[in-house]
């Protein structure tokens, strides 16, 4: 790689959290120091500037694209729209994609980028006018392609975002083949896939009924097994927060508080999600919703009563200084990095367990993953073989009922008959993922009382999946 390196002094709270978690995780691990530096670092961290006009002025826009691994190609991770966003925040939520990927079988390496704004700040021709600037940026310094980076929305961004990114992309890059891989989470009329809006938070909520279905861990927690009746506060009501909520009153959670910046709101008999979304949309926040206590102070509906909470916001909401009050039994990570190491300690030592974020939020990646397999293959999953199949089962329906002389209703036949669309194959493929990385995950951390918490499981899973690829792929001599 010939990537340039600048990395400007700052707080490194976030990123130091994140090798904090590493190092000790990395002591159950056995691999040799220099390799475990290796995997920890950020390989390539690319800050740039750029002017964009504003009116009858210009405005210098300050972004960074960073990719803390290439043990696999290409690397992968959102970028994240926030006045808020630094180098060390963009290198953390690198470095945290890179163990995400590992921990869900996903074969990418991690990145992040950022763009330093506040999107309502600015004209959709604005932000058209920025995304598509900070795309030509990345191709410059070859930080974007479908076998080298592929970005995805974040905090901030979405489905817009990426197609002005897809298409800068393609314009650039002129016949070739598969430049639509070269970002997901792009709108299914170009070249998106079935789900992936909806993914990360039905991974929160798949994530979480596979925690409480497991009795032995709810016994201890003082919990119930099953997801159906357990009191659910959601943080932060955008793409995950939404969905994780939506996802988990589907599947029997009651939704009894939800935070917002301006506020929060709850009511112990659950919150109609959909109807506090309208509510929101109409008024401009969630405060005022008829029935709700509510709370100036949003990280106060963080406090109230409820069995599992749900930060999907942003990182370090839950801290030393409210961790104590958080009555939770169960926090699972929609966000990344919302719990600090500190608080993290005290939660467990209260009796709690959190799920992390790096494998909790991880269904995004794995229905990017999906997306960027559906634009190398140009052809929508299931389009080949969805007729076939309800050919052939329509022929073994009606030989089974010729034979025993039995007709089936037509809802069994049709449930029987009916071939895998692409949103259906995209969820059980998301659904299997979770499920799958939840037991893994457990396995570890109940295979060694030292493990102390399911993030350090996690991490430790990570470090040895990456470990193999560095030594197998010959990147470490
Ligand atoms: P989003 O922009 O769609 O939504 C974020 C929401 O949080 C907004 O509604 C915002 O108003 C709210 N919010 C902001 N500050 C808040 C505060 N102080 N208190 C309460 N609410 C606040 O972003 P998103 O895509 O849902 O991402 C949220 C988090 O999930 C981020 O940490 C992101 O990195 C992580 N994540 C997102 C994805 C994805 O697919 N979008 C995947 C993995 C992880």
Not at 248 to 263: K, T
């Amino acid at each position: 790689m010939s990537h340039s390196i600048i990395i400007a002094e700052q707080d490194t709270h976030f990123f130091g959290d994140v090798c904090k978690n590493f190092d000790f995780a990395a002591q159950f691990t056995d691999h040799d120091p220099g390799l475990l530096d290796q995997i920890k670092s950020c390989n390539s961290v690319y800050r740039f500037r750029f002017p964009i006009r504003k009116g009858n002025h210009f405005e210098v826009i300050d972004a960074w694209r960073i990719e803390h691994s290439q043990h696999q190609s290409p690397t992968k991770g959102g970028i994240r729209y926030s006045e808020m966003v630094n180098e060390d925040e963009v290198m953390a939520l690198a470095a945290l994609m890179t163990y995400k990927c590992a921990i869900v079988n996903v074969p990418f390496g991690g990145a992040k980028g950022g763009i330093k704004i506040n999107p309502k700040n600015y004209t959709v021709q604005e932000l058209e006018n920025i995304t598509r600037r900070y795309t030509v940026e990345l191709i410059k310094k070859n930080f974007i392609g479908p076998s080298i980076d592929v970005p995805a929305p974040d905090y901030g961004s979405g489905e817009r975002e990426m197609s002005w990114i897809a298409d800068t992309y393609a314009t650039m890059n002129p016949g070739q083949l598969d430049a639509m891989g070269c970002v997901t989470g792009k709108p299914i009329a170009l070249h998106g896939i079935a789900g992936r809006r909806e993914a990360t938070g039905r991974g929160v909520a798949i994530a979480i009924r596979e925690c409480v279905s497991v009795a032995e861990d709810m016994q201890k927690l003082g919990l119930t097994t099953g997801i159906s009746g357990k009191r659910v506060i959601v943080q932060g009501l955008g793409n995950v927060g939404y969905h994780s909520a939506k996802f988990l009153s589907e599947f029997g959670g009651i939704i009894v508080g939800l935070c917002e910046y301006e506020g929060a709101i709850y009511n112990a008999d659950g919150l109609d999600i959909e109807s506090v979304f309208l509510h929101r949309k109409l008024s401009g926040s969630i405060l005022g919703y008829p029935g709700a206590k509510e709370f100036r102070n949003s990280l106060e509906g963080l406090e109230q009563p409820c069995d599992i909470l749900v930060p999907a916001a942003l990182e370090n909401q839950i801290t030393e200084a409210n961790v104590h009050n958080i009555q939770a039994k169960i926090i699972c990570e929609g966000a990344n990095g919302p719990t600090t190491p500190e608080a993290e300690a005290i939660f467990y030592k209260n009796g709690g367990i959190i799920i992390p974020d790096m494998y909790a939020n991880a269904g995004g990646v794995t229905v990017s993953y999906f997306e960027w397999l559906k634009n190398l293959s140009h052809v929508a999953f299931g389009r080949m073989n969805r007729r076939f199949e309800e050919n052939s089962n329509l022929n073994l329906v009606n030989m089974v009922e010729g034979i025993t002389g039995t007709a089936l209703t037509p809802m069994q036949r049709a449930t029987i008959i009916k071939g895998a669309s692409e949103l259906e194959l995209v969820n059980s493929g998301l659904e299997d993922t979770m499920i799958r990385s939840y037991h893994e995950i457990r396995e570890t951390w109940k295979s060694n009382p030292k493990i102390d918490t399911m993030r350090t499981a996690a991490f430790v899973g990570a470090i040895n999946k990456i470990a193999v690829s560095y030594q197998t792929l010959g990147v470490w001599p």
